[in-house]
């Protein structure tokens, strides 16, 4: 069955320092890999995916991914963090061609703390 | 503008009392489902439709049931609730068409079963 790992349940880094939040996932062939973050009490925002070509992506807030198919990572990234960003951010995968193909699977979660 | 509704937002309830989070998109979507958010393990999927009158079981289904009579609506419905079932609750709306997948979410729904 597929899952998502990511390893760091908690990360505090200083406002402006660069930022990278691991995401591992176990599936056979390449899923769909998606970003979400939660700001607390607020809902999901999609912070970007990746579907096939390029595997670094760009995305909202000036994150962006790499999709490493050999260490079967996605790992988030920001070269310099904003207070703003704290938040919980989510890694998840969807299975293209199952019977299932809407689903997400997600990640535990990393909730990113800031200092000023 | 692209829209998933769900309703209510926050809601405290007692045990046993049957509630209805109503979902509803306007993308004409085919796939919608639901998901739970609890701490330290993400959201997992209740339950999902691939289509009118067709819904099958996600990853966490026990003590809820779901109905799609039309389309565009996809409530969830807690015939008893129990605290357990205390959650942040997630609609999506789900377009499979094209490449990739493009995922909408409602705004999520607090639910506290006491």
């Known amino acids: 069955a597929q899952s998502v790992t990511q390893p760091d349940i908690h990360i505090t880094v200083s406002e402006g320092a660069s930022l990278e939040l691991r995401c591992n996932y176990s599936?056979?062939?390449?899923?769909?890999l998606f970003w979400y973050v939660q700001s607390p009490g607020q809902g999901l925002q999609l912070l970007l995916k990746y579907f096939s070509g390029d595997t670094l992506v760009q995305g909202i807030k000036g994150f962006e991914a790499e999709f490493k198919r050999s260490q079967s990572s996605f790992n988030l990234r920001k070269p310099s963090v904003h207070w703003s960003d704290a938040a919980e951010y989510f890694c998840?995968?969807?299975?293209?061609?199952?019977?299932?193909?809407?689903?997400?699977?997600f990640g535990q979660g990393t909730t990113l703390q800031v200092k000023p | 503008e692209a829209q998933v509704t769900q309703n209510p937002r926050y809601l405290i309830t007692v045990t046993g009392k049957k509630l209805t989070v109503t979902c509803s998109q306007n993308m004409n979507h085919e796939y919608m489902s639901w998901y739970r958010q609890d701490p330290g393990l993400g959201l997992r999927q209740i339950y999902y439709s691939m289509n009118v009158e067709v819904t099958d079981k996600g990853d966490v289904p026990e003590g809820y049931k779901v109905s799609r009579k039309e389309k565009r609506n996809f409530p969830l419905i807690l015939e008893s609730p129990s605290p357990n079932q205390t959650s942040l609750y997630f609609c999506?709306?789900?377009?499979?068409?094209?490449?990739?997948?493009?995922?909408?979410f409602g705004e999520g729904s607090w639910l506290t079963v006491v």
């Open positions: 599936y056979g062939a390449t899923p769909y």
């Open positions: 999506a709306s789900t377009r499979t068409t094209g490449p990739g997948n493009t995922i909408y």
């Open positions: 998840a995968v969807s299975e293209p061609g199952s019977s299932n193909t809407g689903k997400l699977i």
